[in-house]
């Protein structure tokens, strides 16, 4: 397998401030890694496409100015949730994707970070 | 209708027993699929991953898909409490982009 790191694994933060979470591949090269949020009881909802050394690709209705993502090497993406509300408040899941042994995407399989649990008063 | 969907439950058996979870994706070109296993409050964890038309088995887990049905099945032979837990079905289309169903709840029973 493959170790994908997230931290915080949970904050608590005043309401307007910003918080800031870090995903890294600790064993591997990410090229690409992805953003989920999942509210209680839901599933994962994918909110953004992360992709090193370039801008990331948002899901629809999520909005870009308030979820910054850099992915500024192959090893570490982050997530600042600025101006945070407590309707923000939400489990933020980061994937990494290893190429499979045979190179071919299809083998690709995402590994997943601990997840951090943002509460937002 | 959902791009992948999973059978509602929650689905109880009892310890021992073979366990049935369920999911059907509407994208065709869909190439990778997954089952992954969540405990509460915990990020996922993949389990089983299939490719290719038929059965796929690790340990007691199997995984079957049925790519001109857009069906693919996860069975837990002799559930345990253990394996009590939401269990997620992921579809994608390329590398490491996933959609995921809302999940199945199993509760194993001992």
């Known amino acids: 397998g493959a170790v994908v790191s997230q931290h915080p694994s949970w904050v608590i933060c005043k309401s307007g401030t910003s918080v800031k979470i870090e995903c890294r591949s600790l064993?591997?090269?990410?090229?690409?890694m992805f953003w989920y949020r999942q509210f209680p009881k839901q599933s994962l909802m994918l909110m953004a496409t992360?992709?090193?050394?370039?801008?990331?690709?948002?899901e629809q209705g999520v909005e870009k100015d308030k979820f910054l993502i850099n992915h500024a090497s192959l090893t570490l993406s982050t997530l600042t949730v600025t101006s945070a509300h407590p309707e923000d408040s939400s489990f933020y899941i980061c994937?990494?994707?290893?190429?499979?042994?045979?190179?071919?995407?299809?083998?690709?399989?995402?590994?997943f970070g601990q997840g951090t649990r943002l509460t937002v008063v | 209708q959902k791009e992948v969907e999973q059978n509602s439950g929650p689905l109880s058996v009892p310890e021992g027993a073979i366990a049935s979870l369920n999911c059907t994706y509407s994208?065709?070109?869909?190439?990778?699929f997954f089952w992954y296993r969540q405990y509460s409050g915990k990020s996922p964890e993949l389990i089983m991953s299939?490719?290719?038309?038929g059965d796929k088995e690790d340990g007691r887990f199997t995984a079957q898909l049925n790519k001109a049905s857009q069906y693919v099945s996860l069975l837990i032979r002799d559930s345990q409490p253990s394996d009590s837990a939401t269990y997620l079905c992921a579809v994608s289309p390329n590398a490491g982009k996933s959609t995921f169903g809302d999940g199945t709840t199993l509760t194993v029973k001992p």
């Open positions: 994937s990494a994707t290893k190429w499979g042994a045979q190179g071919r995407y299809r083998d690709t399989e995402a590994f």
């Open positions: 992360s992709n090193e050394g370039s801008k990331a690709t948002y």
């Open positions: 064993d591997f090269q990410a090229t690409t």
């Open positions: 994208d065709r070109g869909s190439q990778s």
């Open positions: 299939i490719y290719s038309n």
